[in-house]
């Protein structure tokens, strides 16, 4: 890696992974792992919903992967793909940790990474865990630093248990049925010359040419989750949220 890919300083929690492990380096599997019967839930889930089947198994990683379909810069998820090698300086010995995800995102210029290496994991089992893995995240987090505009991130049900988790539950759904071209088509036309309008208004304004409010409605959730409508997506969507037109989205 040449010194304009990685990081200029460390930061804080970067210079103390790297006084419990070295000596790190990945493997990468070429195909993602059968979800393994953990849970009564496990199963795959297209992210991004034209992309390729993921697997998850457990409700936790479940939810994360439908949240990651509603969000339009996210490119690419793999689980379970890559396998992170490190000498534990404690343990003294060679160990290997395998994240739950790997998430490539569109580059952005409010954001400075474009690829998240994420483990979930819920609240109560972090801290229960947190002796036991603290030198295989310590080695994701040096593994990541050591890569071009790559973090890792642990995320718990904490920071899941939100309004744009009930948000994504609603429209992801949508994003697998099918469409009517010609009515979304028509919802672009009407947004154009409102810019921004409540759900109810523009539901309205549509039904009645031919379409109904309930088809109306399930081509505006596909819109908002694909980012063509967008609204704030951390309060609860309703008849009465606000969306506005992102020409240029898929």
Same mark, same amino acid.
């Given at each position: 890696? &040449?010194?304009?890919?990685?990081?200029?300083? +460390?930061?804080?929690?970067?210079?103390?992974?790297?006084?419990?492990?070295?000596?790190?380096?990945?493997?990468?599997?070429?195909?993602?792992?059968?979800?393994?019967?953990?849970?009564?839930?496990? %199963?795959?889930?297209?992210?991004?919903?034209?992309?390729?089947?993921?697997?998850?198994? &457990?409700?936790?990683?479940?939810?994360?992967?439908?949240?990651?379909?509603?969000?339009?810069?996210?490119?690419?998820?793999?689980?379970?793909? @890559?396998?992170? /090698?490190? @000498?534990?300086?404690?343990?003294?010995?060679?160990?290997?940790?395998?994240?739950?995800?790997?998430?490539?995102?569109?580059?952005?210029?409010?954001?400075?990474?474009?690829?998240?290496?994420?483990?979930?994991?819920?609240?109560?089992?972090?801290?229960?865990?947190?002796?036991?893995?603290?030198?295989?995240?310590?080695?994701?987090?040096?593994?990541?630093?050591?890569?071009?505009?790559?973090?890792?991130?642990?995320?718990?049900?904490?920071?899941?248990?939100?309004?744009?988790?009930?948000?994504?539950?609603? +429209?992801?759904?949508?994003?697998?049925?099918?469409?009517?071209?010609?009515?979304?088509? @028509?919802? /672009?036309?009407?947004?154009?010359? +409102?810019?921004?309008?409540?759900?109810?208004?523009?539901?309205?304004?549509?039904?009645?040419?031919?379409?109904?409010?309930?088809?109306?409605?399930?081509?505006?959730?596909?819109?908002?989750?694909?980012?063509?409508?967008?609204?704030?997506?951390?309060?609860?969507?309703?008849?009465?949220?606000?969306?506005?037109?992102?020409? %240029?989205?898929?």
């Amino acid at each position: 890696m &040449s010194p304009a890919q990685q990081p200029a300083s +460390l930061d804080r929690k970067t210079q103390q992974a790297m006084r419990l492990v070295s000596d790190v380096r990945e493997d990468w599997l070429s195909t993602a792992p059968t979800p393994r019967a953990l849970s009564a839930t496990r %199963g795959t889930l297209r992210v991004p919903f034209d992309g390729a089947p993921v697997g998850f198994e &457990s409700s936790f990683e479940r939810d994360f992967l439908v949240s990651c379909r509603i969000e339009p810069r996210i490119r690419k998820v793999r689980a379970q793909q @890559l396998q992170i /090698r490190y @000498l534990d300086h404690a343990r003294m010995t060679e160990r290997r940790y395998t994240p739950d995800f790997v998430v490539d995102l569109q580059a952005s210029a409010d954001v400075p990474f474009t690829r998240v290496v994420v483990e979930v994991k819920r609240l109560e089992d972090l801290w229960r865990s947190r002796r036991d893995m603290r030198a295989a995240y310590a080695a994701a987090r040096v593994w990541a630093w050591k890569q071009p505009a790559t973090i890792f991130k642990v995320v718990t049900d904490l920071q899941m248990n939100s309004g744009w988790l009930t948000n994504a539950q609603l +429209l992801s759904p949508y994003l697998d049925r099918p469409h009517d071209a010609d009515l979304i088509e @028509l919802i /672009r036309t009407k947004m154009r010359s +409102l810019e921004s309008a409540r759900i109810r208004e523009l539901v309205a304004s549509v039904t009645g040419r031919g379409f109904s409010s309930h088809r109306t409605l399930a081509a505006i959730y596909r819109m908002m989750a694909l980012g063509e409508l967008q609204c704030d997506r951390g309060l609860p969507i309703s008849s009465m949220t606000w969306v506005t037109f992102a020409s %240029g989205r898929r």
